[in-house]
């Protein structure tokens, strides 16, 4: 019996359940065995096998020393204008907040204009730091994106603040994002942070299995709000997504950053190791951001 149960310990985690206890969350090994106390030659066993791990004994300052080796190794195999650009680009990898103080700003002022109303505004200016393009590059919109020597995928998405009620046309927008918009205003930033259908160690409508759910306290556009981190993983994917919320007038201010990579490729420790590194640069971005002149439609 006690060969048959070091066994069932040294097993990993079956499924969905198998990075559990690297955040500290019971997972079934065995519905039918349990085990408690010290493993020794007087353990007794009934029920069901958990185990749980402590993420704190992650050091986190040494994953994110690691980073920074590693994101100095990528830019040094970039080609850059000139010998000043090159030692901004090596100045960013050691500090990414400087990415934000090397970046430029970017203003959008939507003034009378199809575009407002789609946000439910008759006007509005908004305006974020994009963070230096050494780091981020820019896609689409007001998405960034940085991938790492090891293939790890960080998504900055800086999203438009939304005024739900002065959204007179609802066929400027698709109906479904229009409902997640209203249901943040109906539910209040911290309860949808907190809230939400999607529970710690249930799967979601699309199959990805959460870990563990964080809820603090930020800024967001300037406005007091809260981040709401989700760990997850999916068949392709584990990720880590924080996502930021806060309302003010009326008006929900939303952004998020998500942190993947393939299963095959990284851990949970290499997406927390990323995000420790670029955490404060994102927290900036978003904080530092602002929503004025604006017109309600």
Same mark, same amino acid.
């Given at each position: 019996?006690?060969?048959?149960?070091?066994?069932?310990?040294?097993?990993?985690?079956?499924?969905?359940?198998?990075?559990?206890?690297?955040?500290?969350?019971?997972?079934?090994?065995?519905?039918?065995?349990?085990?408690?106390?010290?493993?020794?030659?007087?353990?007794?066993?009934?029920?069901?096998?958990?185990?749980?791990?402590?993420?704190?004994?992650?050091?986190?300052?040494?994953?994110?020393?690691?980073? $920074?080796?590693?994101?100095?190794?990528? +830019?040094? %195999?970039? &080609?850059?204008? !000139?010998? =000043?650009?090159? @030692?901004?680009?090596? /100045?960013?990898?050691?500090?990414?907040?400087?990415?934000?103080?090397?970046?430029?700003?970017?203003?959008?002022?939507?003034?009378?204009?199809?575009?407002?109303?789609?946000?439910?505004?008759?006007?509005?200016?908004?305006?974020?730091?994009?963070?230096?393009?050494?780091?981020?590059?820019?896609?689409?919109?007001?998405?960034?994106?940085?991938?790492?020597?090891?293939?790890?995928?960080?998504?900055?998405?800086?999203? $438009?603040?939304?005024?739900?009620?002065? +959204?007179? %046309?609802? &066929?400027?927008? !698709?109906? =479904?994002?229009? @409902?997640?918009?209203? /249901?943040?205003?109906?539910?209040?930033?911290?309860?949808?942070?907190?809230?939400?259908?999607?529970?710690?160690?249930?799967?979601?409508?699309?199959?990805?299995?959460?870990?563990?759910?964080?809820?603090?306290?930020?800024?967001?556009?300037?406005?007091?709000?809260?981040?709401?981190?989700?760990?997850?993983?999916?068949?392709?994917?584990?990720?880590?997504?924080?996502?930021?919320?806060?309302?003010?007038?009326?008006?929900?201010?939303?952004?998020?950053?998500?942190?993947?990579?393939? &299963?095959?490729?990284?851990?949970?420790?290499? @997406?927390?190791?990323?995000?420790?590194?670029?955490?404060?640069?994102?927290?900036?971005?978003?904080?530092?951001?602002?929503?004025?002149?604006?017109?309600?439609?």
């Amino acid at each position: 019996m006690k060969k048959v149960l070091l066994i069932l310990l040294c097993l990993p985690m079956i499924g969905f359940g198998q990075y559990s206890n690297f955040y500290n969350v019971n997972a079934n090994i065995n519905k039918n065995v349990n085990v408690s106390g010290t493993v020794n030659k007087n353990v007794n066993v009934s029920g069901r096998v958990t185990t749980t791990q402590n993420i704190n004994t992650i050091d986190y300052g040494q994953l994110a020393l690691a980073n $920074a080796e590693k994101e100095k190794n990528r +830019l040094a %195999n970039m &080609k850059y204008a !000139d010998e =000043k650009q090159r @030692l901004i680009a090596m /100045e960013i990898a050691s500090n990414t907040v400087k990415a934000y103080d090397y970046g430029f700003p970017n203003t959008w002022s939507a003034k009378q204009s199809k575009v407002a109303k789609k946000w439910g505004f008759s006007k509005f200016v908004f305006k974020h730091q994009i963070p230096h393009k050494s780091l981020f590059t820019k896609l689409q919109g007001y998405n960034y994106q940085n991938i790492s020597e090891n293939n790890i995928v960080t998504e900055l998405e800086i999203t $438009a603040p939304f005024y739900p009620q002065g +959204l007179k %046309n609802k &066929k400027l927008i !698709d109906q =479904k994002v229009f @409902l997640f918009w209203k /249901e943040i205003i109906d539910m209040g930033a911290e309860n949808w942070a907190k809230g939400g259908d999607w529970q710690v160690g249930t799967k979601s409508e699309e199959g990805s299995y959460l870990h563990k759910k964080d809820v603090n306290k930020t800024k967001v556009y300037g406005v007091n709000g809260f981040s709401s981190t989700l760990i997850y993983e999916n068949d392709y994917e584990y990720v880590i997504k924080d996502n930021f919320f806060a309302i003010y007038d009326g008006i929900v201010f939303r952004a998020g950053v998500r942190y993947k990579g393939d &299963k095959d490729e990284v851990t949970f420790e290499d @997406l927390e190791g990323r995000r420790h590194y670029l955490k404060r640069l994102c927290n900036q971005i978003i904080s530092t951001g602002s929503f004025y002149d604006y017109k309600k439609y």
